[in-house]
């Protein structure tokens, strides 16, 4: 019986001191990620609330509608190609974002207002757009609310559901990813034990990519995946505006895509678990002149293709641009 109890006494300290190391380790990891996004943004006042932004970069501005679990640093990490090609990028958070407020009225269309409000302050009359995921509706809105302003449109992986799409709205979530939405949404402990302890269904259920094909990528494409997925921290910073983007994703939008200008480029991947090769190619086809461009394999973040996909967009953006002349 004694030595029962000794043994159940060695194994409670045990489990005591490894959560003990757990949290240590959490307090720690948490510290940095939020000293992270603390850096390098600013806050503007405007009739949609706190707009978080960044800028980075010099040469022409351009202006990037991050994804869903994103904000600012989310757009400064997937911008390095582009701000290489010399562009300055304009990051804003969206709203319900890091440091942005989250009005009464998310909408895209209000967005795609609130990014106007921020080009006039920053005296910037025109610039591309570049919307990816979650952040395609609010960059199709900018297009079509404000088309002398946009000179040009790229939209990735377009987490979009809009209104006659015959796909209709986005595929119904599994347990997996309800459990991610419901519950890890609002703890950053959850989804930091998540990434640690069951990194292939965090890739899977998370960033919508086969950890199959995270696998077999070069050490360069592994490893940005990975950091996409860790710069989801602190999570519990982005709750409101991922449950803007839940919603958005699962109601139909009314978009007046045929009314769009600016010359446009789609891009998404078959692959894609949020199955946004429907909403792309439904994009392309309303979009006067669109090109789609589509690779068979890569997931939702476009694994192994990120050099390539970012030459196609970069000599799309070389492109003349005289609707806008």
């Given at each position: 019986m004694?030595r029962?109890?000794?043994?159940?006494?060695?194994t409670?300290?045990?489990?005591?001191?490894?959560?003990?190391?757990?949290?240590?380790?959490?307090?720690?990891a948490?510290?940095?990620?939020?000293?992270?996004?603390?850096?390098g943004?600013?806050?503007?006042?405007s009739?949609f609330?706190?707009?978080?932004?960044?800028?980075?970069?010099?040469?022409?501005?351009?202006?990037?509608?991050?994804?869903?679990?994103?904000?600012?640093d989310?757009?400064?990490f997937?911008a390095g190609?582009l701000?290489?090609?010399?562009y300055?990028?304009?990051?804003?958070?969206?709203f319900g974002?890091?440091?942005?407020?989250s009005?009464?009225?998310?909408?895209?269309?209000?967005?795609?207002d609130?990014?106007?409000?921020?080009l006039d302050?920053?005296h910037v009359q025109n610039?591309?757009?570049?919307g990816?995921s979650?952040g395609?509706?609010?960059a199709?809105?900018f297009?079509v609310?404000?088309?002398?302003r946009?000179?040009?449109?790229?939209?990735?992986?377009?987490a979009?559901?809009v209104?006659?799409?015959?796909?209709?709205?986005?595929?119904?979530?599994?347990?997996?990813q309800?459990?991610?939405?419901e519950?890890?949404v609002?703890s950053?402990?959850l989804?930091?034990l998540?990434?640690?302890?069951a990194p292939?269904?965090?890739v899977?259920?998370?960033?919508?990519?086969?950890a199959?094909?995270?696998?077999?990528?070069s050490?360069e494409e592994?490893?940005?995946?990975?950091e996409?997925?860790?710069n989801?921290?602190?999570i519990?910073?982005?709750?409101?505006?991922?449950?803007?983007?839940?919603?958005?994703?699962?109601?139909?939008?009314?978009?007046?895509l045929?009314?769009?200008?600016?010359?446009?480029?789609?891009?998404?991947l078959e692959?894609?678990?949020?199955?946004?090769?429907g909403?792309?190619r439904?994009?392309?086809?309303?979009?006067?002149?669109?090109?789609?461009?589509?690779?068979?394999s890569?997931?939702?973040i476009?694994?192994g293709?990120?050099?390539?996909?970012?030459?196609?967009?970069?000599?799309?953006?070389?492109?003349?641009t005289?609707?806008?002349?």
């Amino acid at each position: 019986m004694k030595r029962a109890l000794s043994a159940l006494g060695v194994t409670a300290c045990i489990l005591g001191i490894a959560a003990a190391v757990t949290k240590s380790k959490f307090s720690a990891a948490l510290k940095i990620e939020r000293e992270r996004v603390r850096r390098g943004s600013r806050i503007l006042s405007s009739p949609f609330g706190e707009i978080e932004f960044a800028l980075a970069g010099d040469g022409e501005p351009l202006l990037i509608s991050h994804g869903a679990g994103g904000g600012f640093d989310q757009a400064l990490f997937g911008a390095g190609r582009l701000l290489a090609a010399g562009y300055q990028v304009v990051a804003p958070s969206r709203f319900g974002y890091l440091r942005s407020s989250s009005p009464d009225d998310p909408s895209p269309e209000n967005q795609a207002d609130a990014f106007a409000f921020l080009l006039d302050e920053l005296h910037v009359q025109n610039v591309p757009v570049v919307g990816i995921s979650a952040g395609a509706p609010s960059a199709l809105q900018f297009a079509v609310r404000h088309p002398d302003r946009c000179r040009s449109l790229v939209v990735m992986v377009p987490a979009a559901s809009v209104a006659g799409d015959p796909q209709g709205p986005m595929p119904s979530q599994g347990p997996l990813q309800k459990a991610i939405i419901e519950r890890v949404v609002k703890s950053d402990f959850l989804f930091w034990l998540g990434i640690n302890l069951a990194p292939r269904s965090m890739v899977r259920s998370v960033l919508a990519t086969d950890a199959a094909v995270v696998a077999a990528a070069s050490a360069e494409e592994r490893r940005r995946a990975y950091e996409i997925l860790w710069n989801v921290m602190p999570i519990s910073e982005r709750e409101e505006g991922l449950r803007h983007d839940a919603w958005m994703a699962s109601t139909p939008q009314s978009m007046r895509l045929d009314q769009i200008k600016a010359p446009t480029l789609v891009i998404s991947l078959e692959d894609d678990f949020y199955r946004t090769i429907g909403a792309a190619r439904f994009i392309a086809a309303q979009i006067p002149g669109a090109r789609l461009l589509t690779y068979a394999s890569g997931g939702h973040i476009w694994v192994g293709h990120d050099a390539e996909l970012f030459v196609e967009v970069e000599e799309f953006l070389k492109q003349p641009t005289e609707k806008l002349a």
